[in-house]
Structure formats: structure tokens, C-alpha cells
């Protein structure tokens, strides 16, 4: 016979973990995982508790986690599991809200989609009625809009950004410098877009080496762009 269990609680103490997926938690079955997953902005040790019910009696469980400050190439995927259960909150708000809020939620999942390399299918493609299945649509309205150029790449000390705009812009355009673990580096706002925009990121050398992303986005628009910095 499966039992259920819902934890209806969570807490992190230092509360230094933001970001938490999924939001809402689910219902489980007695032996079934459970993912968690959130953001940090510095290393940390915190302790997890979370509470509920098990055969309608009260449980409490307590873990202790040690937040590293460091890429760790074997857990590479991790930014990908949190991109994936963000997604997965986002489908549920998106179908949950009101129909004028759903172009916001839709340009979120966009720009996680494409900035973590996650597919959120049903949201990143659509089916071609001419017979040729299902197509993928990421960012192609926005390679019709904009015309981006990143260098060097790989890069050492600073990154060159040049922008050109194939129609009118009446939006702030964003530019965020991303880790692989999802944490914004770098921001820079162009508020008045014109039809060619340049700018440079500088004082980068302190970066460690390894995988970086440009992410550059409008409320409606993402378009993230894969660097090496050597």
C-alpha cells in the first residue's frame, strides 16, 4: 500500500539559500526522491529542516549542507537540475495566471530555456502543420531583431559587446554575465537602446577559468551567448 507524505515546510538556517524549487512541494509516496534545489550567494554551512506529516503523524527531518564557492566539474549538471524544476514551477504559474500576465512568464522560461541549455517543450517549439513535425524555435524571433557580436572569446581581462538593432527597440535591453552555476556576475543596462550599441565588461581577470554566459534580454527577449575565459 503507498502512504503519502507532504511536507508543507522548509527552512534553512543561515537563510541564505533564495530561488528554491519547486515551490510548491508535491505529495509523496512512501520510498519516493525528492529534489531541492536553490541559489546562494556565498559559501556557507546551513542546516535544512523540513517538516510534515507521515501516516498523519508529524515527522521532522533535519540535514546538514555545506555550500562550496568553487565550480566543481562533477556537478556540472546541477545548474541544469535547477534551470529544469524553475522551468517546471514557471509551466504551472503560466497555465495558473491570468491570461495578460502569461507573456511575462512565457519570456522568463525563454530566457532560462536558452541561458542553462534546458528545453522546455510545448514553450520552445511548435508543430509545423506542413508535416515536418516538430520544429525548435529558440530565440529565432529575436536572431530576426538583433545583431549580436562577443569578443574575444575565449577571454582573459574584459569582453567587447556590440549590438545592432534590425528594428527600433522602445525597451531597456539587459546584459548579465552568468556563471555555470547560474549566479549574475555582471550587469549592465543600455535604458535608451539605439540602432548600433557597444560596450565593454572590464576587470575580469579575477574570473576563474572556465565557462561563462552573456545573457541579454528585453522584458519580451533572451538571447544568451556560451564564453570561455582562460
Given at each position: 500500500r503507498l502512504t503519502t507524505q507532504y511536507y508543507y515546510q522548509r527552512k534553512f538556517s543561515p537563510n541564505v539559500i533564495g530561488n528554491i524549487y519547486p515551490s510548491r512541494f508535491p505529495n509523496l509516496y512512501k520510498g519516493k526522491q525528492l529534489i531541492i534545489s536553490g541559489r546562494y550567494p556565498e559559501a556557507d554551512e546551513v542546516e535544512m529542516t523540513l517538516t510534515g506529516k507521515a501516516f498523519n503523524v508529524p515527522v521532522i527531518y533535519k540535514f546538514n549542507i555545506e555550500l562550496n564557492d568553487y565550480p566543481d566539474p562533477d556537478m556540472s549538471i546541477l545548474p541544469k537540475i535547477w534551470a529544469k524544476q524553475k522551468i517546471d514551477d514557471l509551466k504551472l504559474e503560466y497555465y495558473l495566471t491570468a491570461l495578460q500576465l502569461q507573456d511575462s512568464i512565457q519570456a522568463e522560461i525563454d530566457s532560462t530555456s536558452t541561458c542553462y541549455g534546458v528545453v522546455a517543450?510545448?514553450?520552445?517549439?511548435?508543430?509545423?502543420?506542413?508535416?515536418?513535425?516538430?520544429?525548435?524555435?529558440?530565440?529565432?524571433?529575436?536572431?530576426?531583431?538583433?545583431?549580436?557580436?562577443?569578443?574575444?572569446?575565449?577571454?582573459?581581462?574584459?569582453?567587447?559587446?556590440?549590438?545592432?538593432?534590425?528594428?527600433?527597440?522602445?525597451?531597456?535591453?539587459?546584459?548579465?554575465?552568468?556563471?555555470?552555476?547560474?549566479?549574475?556576475?555582471?550587469?549592465?543596462?543600455?535604458?535608451?537602446?539605439?540602432?548600433t550599441n557597444q560596450l565593454r565588461i572590464e576587470d575580469l581577470s579575477g574570473l576563474a577559468p572556465g565557462i561563462y554566459f552573456i545573457q541579454i534580454k528585453t522584458k519580451t527577449h533572451s538571447k544568451a551567448i556560451k564564453l570561455t575565459k582562460v
Open positions: 517543450t510545448t514553450f520552445n517549439s511548435f508543430e509545423d502543420n506542413s508535416g515536418g513535425g516538430v520544429v525548435e524555435t529558440q530565440d529565432i524571433s529575436l536572431d530576426q531583431l538583433w545583431g549580436v557580436q562577443i569578443g574575444p572569446n575565449p577571454f582573459t581581462d574584459f569582453l567587447d559587446i556590440n549590438i545592432k538593432l534590425y528594428e527600433s527597440a522602445n525597451e531597456p535591453i539587459i546584459i548579465e554575465l552568468i556563471d555555470q552555476l547560474g549566479r549574475v556576475l555582471s550587469t549592465e543596462i543600455i535604458s535608451s537602446p539605439r540602432k
